[in-house]
């Protein structure tokens, strides 16, 4: 008898672990029921001329709720994530209120229902005072893990003493989520920003902080016996350096380090190219790129991170740090797999493989039946320019806008549902919490 399934996507090439094979994919229940079938279903979606990926994961996020939702709020940064094809993020905790107990992950999670339009999970904030409640903290449901800000950071979210660092390390046993830039450092060279000149960002914010701090953190998670995940790594020193210790540290680059270079950026976008860690030389850059061919990172990250004109506008140094990303992840990766800088084989294992095995998500991150019906759906022909018409953030802007581009999400499909399709949202938002292995 033949078959019946909720979905099928006809026509399309696929990407499957064994190789990208040209075949029907059946959805029964949210979940992949076949590769390579026939029969009846509800509904069919043409994928003739695409490329039915694994469903794109962003495991770094600033959504902003609660708190500072005039900048964003997980309502608007999800419908961002979902239009530039991708299935599910990571939040991070820097709200108002913190992130950084159980209740504030209860609220945030609340907000979520209902109000996401993709995938989702929040980090725990570590602080001074909760340093010794992680290992409770990061099994709760929805938690994607533990978040440190060794540095740029305000308030409880900074943990910059290796007293508090070492208790953080040793409190818990999921992978710890590190920003690794060196306080004592940056205290200590702030007369070398430059009123009104956002290109000494980098120089006072430089090689040497981020390098202390990942040394730092790779003593501590060593004698801890801890997995940590550096985020945002911006220096070819620290992926030299971590990837000496690839059995404890894993780590996140961005698309904005790999594409930017300080010497065009700061000319052409002044504050708008200010984050954090900064956006640096183009030797830098070049640098990442042959470590990431290395397979050194593990993953993108967007490090999504959004502020207003208005506050964009101020001069620096009063100017915040940190530029939209999660809708622009998906096309300036496809951009760099047009343009020959790395095989849509290692994207995918950055965007889908690389989170579900380092962060152990269930049923997630690849093509394979029994699994969820989570696919990126893009068309790696597609020539288009990003146009601020298309950006879907509350803060109204991206570094990349103007850039021509060859490389399009065209679907998004979350356990089996439409969520969006050529640029046209489904009607209601879907999107539901993570589940993790290590939290049952």
Same mark, same amino acid.
């Not at 989702?120 to 533990?146: K, S, V």
């Not at 708008?272 to 990442?288: E, F, K, T, V, W």
């Given at each position: ?10 026509? *399309? ?89 159980? $209740? ?40 994607? *893990? ?209 989170? $579900? ?73 879907? *999107? ?9």
């Amino acid at each position: 008898m033949p078959q019946t399934f909720d979905l099928i996507l006809k026509n *399309g090439r696929v990407f499957t672990p064994g190789g990208i094979v040209e075949a029907d994919v059946g959805v029964r229940g949210g979940k992949i029921a076949g590769i390579g079938v026939s029969g009846d279903a509800g509904e069919v979606i043409d994928c003739t001329g695409l490329m039915v990926l694994p469903g794109a994961i962003d495991t770094q996020v600033h959504f902003r709720e609660p708190g500072l939702e005039h900048k964003e709020d997980l309502k608007s940064g999800s419908r961002a994530a979902v239009l530039g094809g991708i299935t599910g993020v990571f939040e991070m905790p820097n709200t108002r209120p913190n992130t950084d107990s159980a $209740q504030a992950l209860i609220d945030k999670l609340a907000r979520a229902r209902d109000r996401m339009w993709c995938e989702h999970a929040f980090y725990m904030g570590a602080t001074n005072a909760n340093a010794r409640e992680l290992a409770e903290l990061e099994m709760l449901p929805g938690a994607a *893990g533990i978040k440190v800000f060794m540095g740029a950071s305000t308030g409880d979210l900074l943990v910059s003493e290796d007293d508090v660092l070492a208790e953080v390390m040793k409190s818990g046993r999921r992978r710890v989520a590190i920003h690794a830039e060196d306080e004592a450092r940056m205290q200590a060279r702030m007369g070398e920003r430059v009123d009104g000149d956002p290109s000494s960002h980098p120089v006072w914010r430089d090689d040497e902080s981020a390098i202390l701090a990942t040394r730092r953190i790779l003593k501590l998670a060593r004698a801890a016996g801890r997995r940590i995940h550096v985020l945002h790594v911006t220096t070819p020193a620290e992926l030299e350096l971590l990837s000496q210790h690839k059995d404890i540290a894993s780590c996140e680059v961005t698309p904005q380090h790999l594409t930017l270079t300080g010497e065009e950026a700061y000319p052409a976008l002044g504050t708008y190219a200010q984050m954090n860690p900064p956006i640096r030389s183009a030797a830098h850059r070049d640098g990442l790129w042959r470590w990431l061919n290395q397979g050194v990172p593990d993953v993108i990250g967007s490090d999504h991170a959004p502020h207003t004109i208005e506050e964009k506008a101020k001069p620096y140094p009063a100017s915040p740090s940190g530029m939209p990303g999660v809708q622009t992840l998906l096309p300036l990766m496809l951009n760099h797999v047009a343009e020959g800088r790395l095989t849509l084989e290692r994207l995918v294992d950055l965007v889908s493989y690389g989170p $579900q095995r380092l962060f152990g998500l269930k049923g997630k991150g690849r093509i394979v039946a029994g699994y969820d019906a989570d696919f990126t759906v893009v068309d790696l022909r597609a020539r288009w320019t990003i146009g601020e018409g298309w950006l879907a953030s509350r803060c109204g802007w991206s570094p990349f806008t103007g850039m021509e581009i060859t490389g399009k999400p065209m679907g998004t499909i979350i356990r089996g549902n439409r969520v969006m399709w050529d640029g046209q949202l489904a009607d209601t938002a879907i *999107g539901t919490p993570f589940r993790f292995d290590e939290t049952g």
